[in-house]
């Protein structure tokens, strides 16, 4: 009876905090809460170095952490060790060897290790899409399995990785499952992150929203202390519990891929109707219900998240009997979106395009990054050689990735040789570098001026001044 009354009670208090629990400042630090956790809260292990994990893993130990960053893959493990990156990612590098000079920072392959010294544990492992759209959560679940065989003490383990709703409480299932002693408990929460490959260290340090998943305040607000810095930037606190902070995440993603699948079909309408999508963009932007972001058209979304998380989305959904129809829609629309851009190739070159020279400038999914993981190129290009097409192509980071995956492809060592004696050329990616090409130039070195600027780089009077025959996204050259 006493148990049961005090359950009820702990259930009741819990669902207050929930419902208080939106606010700008976390105001967790009840004497219930704070005597739950003994540790600082300063050993952190951070398992998975990917985007997410080593952009975590280095700014915590710039704020003064200990972290120690885990992964299975020997090989990345050692270059960081040596101070060097698996990826391209601006700054980054100086984070990581600054925190590996003054010991903040270390790599292992040892997840053993990093988790029997460490008070926090951030799973940020990837969650690929299977063949069938659903997300692979076998990294996520054999950490899991590793994190219960480690535990010695008391730990909070944060999973960070993207992961369909519900999946948070089946880990921590597992963990209470498997574990070797059970005198320790150990708390799973769920901080999703929004950071953006090209701009992840700033975003790092400041994003307008914190969530943290969690069933056990206290937990709740240990994680919230760690990111304390945000808080007093302005940053909205959000606790909840692990369904509503996964739903969060998938819903985020799957409206960013909404409203460029949106804007892209727009462009297509206004490359008919002689709108001019730049207008309508800023129009529609400044209403404050709507929000000028990610309202720029281009060859389709492309990256490690939206493509994935919106067929994972989709996925669960189907599983659930639920009929996620737009954002179903927003696939289907940005499936469409990347294959237009060879529908728009042949309208200005014609429909055969064997032994056609075609320059393709940009390779990565969006500037500043050499990510090519879901990158409109690889379809377009894959295309273009499948019709027998001469690709040649640049980009200021992606080309060696690229050449990994697609051996046919002309990769050249700047945007003149990729271009010169070529009947054509499609611009995917807005580096600052192709957007600042010397329109002139290009168009002599070409030899038959056919350009399909995807990205609204160039401002379609010069092209058609300088004689280009092109084909952009829903901007029409203005006729005085
Ligand atoms: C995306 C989200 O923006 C992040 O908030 C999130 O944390 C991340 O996924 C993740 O889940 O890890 P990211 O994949 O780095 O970040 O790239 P975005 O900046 O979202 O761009 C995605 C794609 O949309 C790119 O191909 C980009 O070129 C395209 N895009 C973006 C447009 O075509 N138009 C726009 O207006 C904006």
Redesign the pocket.
């Given at each position: 009876m006493s148990s049961y009354f005090y359950k009820s009670i702990v259930q009741i208090c819990y669902g207050l905090v929930l419902l208080l629990n939106v606010s700008r400042l976390p105001q967790l630090s009840s004497a219930e809460d704070s005597s739950a956790y003994t540790f600082e809260a300063n050993k952190i292990a951070v398992i998975g170095t990917g985007?997410?994990g080593l952009v975590l893993g280095a700014g915590l130990a710039e704020w003064g952490h200990q972290v120690i960053c885990a992964d299975i893959l020997q090989e990345k493990i050692t270059s960081l060790q040596n101070g060097e990156l698996p990826f391209y990612e601006a700054d980054l590098d100086v984070w990581v060897n600054a925190n590996l000079s003054a010991k903040r920072l270390r790599f292992t392959t040892n997840i053993d290790e990093a988790v029997q010294n460490s008070d926090i544990i951030f799973v940020t492992v990837s969650t690929p899409s299977k063949s069938d759209g659903s997300a692979d959560l076998f990294a996520l679940e054999s950490v899991a399995k590793t994190i219960a065989k480690n535990i010695n003490g008391q730990k909070i383990v944060c999973i960070k990785s993207?992961v369909p709703i519900g999946t948070t409480r089946r880990i921590q299932t597992l963990i209470a499952e498997n574990m070797n002693q059970n005198k320790f408990s150990c708390d799973v929460t769920f901080n999703p992150?929004?950071?953006?490959?090209?701009s992840a260290l700033a975003d790092f340090i400041k994003t307008d929203r914190l969530v943290i998943g969690g069933d056990n305040p206290s937990a709740v607000k240990v994680i919230a202390d760690i990111f304390h810095r945000l808080l007093s930037a302005n940053t909205t606190l959000i606790n909840t519990d692990l369904e509503s902070a996964e739903a969060i995440?998938y819903a985020?993603?799957a409206y960013?891929a909404t409203?460029?699948s949106f804007?892209n079909e727009f462009a297509n309408l206004c490359d008919v109707t002689g709108a001019d999508i730049d207008t309508v963009a800023y129009g529609l932007g400044l209403d404050p219900r709507i929000g000028s972001?990610?309202?720029?058209?281009?060859p389709?979304?492309?990256?490690?998240?939206?493509p994935k998380?919106t067929l994972g989305l989709v996925y669960q959904a189907k599983e659930l009997k639920v009929d996620l129809k737009i954002v179903q829609a927003t696939i289907d629309a940005n499936d469409a979106q990347i294959n237009r851009v060879i529908i728009k190739l042949k309208q200005l070159l014609g429909e055969d395009l064997n032994n056609k020279k075609i320059a393709v400038l940009g390779l990565a999914?969006?500037a500043n990054t050499d990510d090519i993981r879901c990158s409109p190129a690889l379809t377009i290009i894959a295309q273009l050689l499948a019709e027998n097409v001469h690709v040649t192509a640049y980009d200021p980071m992606a080309m060696n990735n690229m050449q990994k995956v697609l051996s046919g492809l002309d990769c050249c060592s700047s945007i003149d040789a990729a271009t010169a004696g070529t009947d054509a050329v499609i611009v995917l990616t807005?580096w600052e570098e192709i957007k600042s090409l010397d329109l002139s130039r290009l168009r002599q070195l070409m030899k038959t001026p056919i350009l399909i600027d995807t990205r609204n780089l160039y401002d379609p009077q010069k092209l058609d001044q300088l004689g280009f025959l092109f084909s952009n996204s829903g901007r029409p050259i203005k006729k005085h």
């Open positions: 985007y997410v993207t992150e929004f950071l953006r490959e090209g995440k985020s993603n960013l409203k460029i804007i972001a990610f309202l720029k058209p281009g389709g979304y492309g990256g490690s998240c939206l998380d999914f969006k807005d």
